[in-house]
Antibody, heavy 126, light 114 residues
Framework: EVQLVESGGGLVQPGGSLRLSCAAS????????MNWVRQAPGKGLEWVSY????????YYADSVKGRFTISRDNAKNSLYLQMNSLRAEDTAVYYC???????????????????WGQGTLVTVSS | QSALTQPASVSGSPGQSITISCTGT?????????VSWYQQHPGKAPKLMIY???NRPSGVSNRFSGSKSGNTASLTISGLQAEDEADYYC??????????????FGGGTKLTVL
């Protein structure tokens, strides 16, 4: 059974940092691309970041570019999101999600997210 | 403002059918058959219901179906049941940027079963 379990959320002051983790099990983690998707309270879903199976290709949403860093450790079956310079608008539940897609002409086409974790809440407030 | 446009809410009675629309552009919904739909119950993680416009993952009821015409995709739920009451989100690959984002979501539609 595929399982994705996020951790590391909590309350942080504006300008602070936080590191989220996602522990994967039930599948060959090193063979799959992974993502972070967030959802602000009462709002819709927002894609945050993507990392290829090897970690060599990374994409970010414009809203987090330069502040967030996605990474993975395939030996530990884990996905991470380092979040710096946090703002109130980063307050959200953060989900890790496995995706299915393909590389076409050197660019990744993300088709869909087939498994999601239960999410971890990040609250940015003073 | 979300990249894809969905109605904020739809409703239907048990046994009826409803359709949720998802409108994008030629850079996303209209240009590719990579539209997916997710169901989210309150406090729960999203669940994949439809992928590649009209395909159902194993275990998803055949009461759920998807289609697309031009820049608009649609999710139809037939034989509405109480447990279908949830938020529904559409998503699509987007070619609007080579540096990201690579996927966009709709704003979500709240389905109420009367």
């Amino acid at each position: 059974e595929v399982q994705l379990v996020e951790s590391g959320g909590g309350l942080v002051q504006p300008g602070g940092s936080l590191r989220l983790s996602c522990a994967a099990s039930g599948f060959t983690f090193s063979s799959y691309e992974m993502n972070w998707v967030r959802q602000a309270p009462g709002k819709g879903l927002e894609w945050v970041s993507y990392i290829s199976s090897s970690g060599s290709t990374i994409y970010y949403a414009d809203s987090v570019k330069g502040r967030f860093t996605i990474s993975r450790d395939n030996a530990k079956n884990s996905l991470y999101l380092q979040m710096n310079s946090l703002r109130a608008e980063d307050t959200a539940v953060y989900y890790c999600a496995r995706d299915r897609g393909d590389y076409v002409w050197g660019s990744y086409r993300l088709y869909y997210f087939d498994y999601w974790g239960q999410g971890t809440l990040v609250t940015v407030s003073s | 403002q979300s990249a894809l446009t969905q109605p904020a809410s739809v409703s239907g009675s048990p046994g009826q059918s409803i359709t949720i629309s998802c409108t994008g552009t030629s850079s996303d919904v209209g240009g590719y058959n990579y539209v997916s739909w997710y169901q989210q119950h309150p406090g729960k993680a999203p669940k994949l219901m439809i992928y590649d416009v009209s395909n159902r993952p194993s275990g998803v009821s055949n009461r759920f179906s998807g289609s697309k015409s031009g820049n608009t995709a649609s999710l139809t739920i037939s034989g509405l049941q109480a447990e279908d009451e949830a938020d529904y989100y559409c998503s699509s690959y987007t070619s609007s940027s080579t540096l990201g984002p690579i996927v966009v979501f709709g704003g979500g539609t709240k389905l109420t079963v009367l």
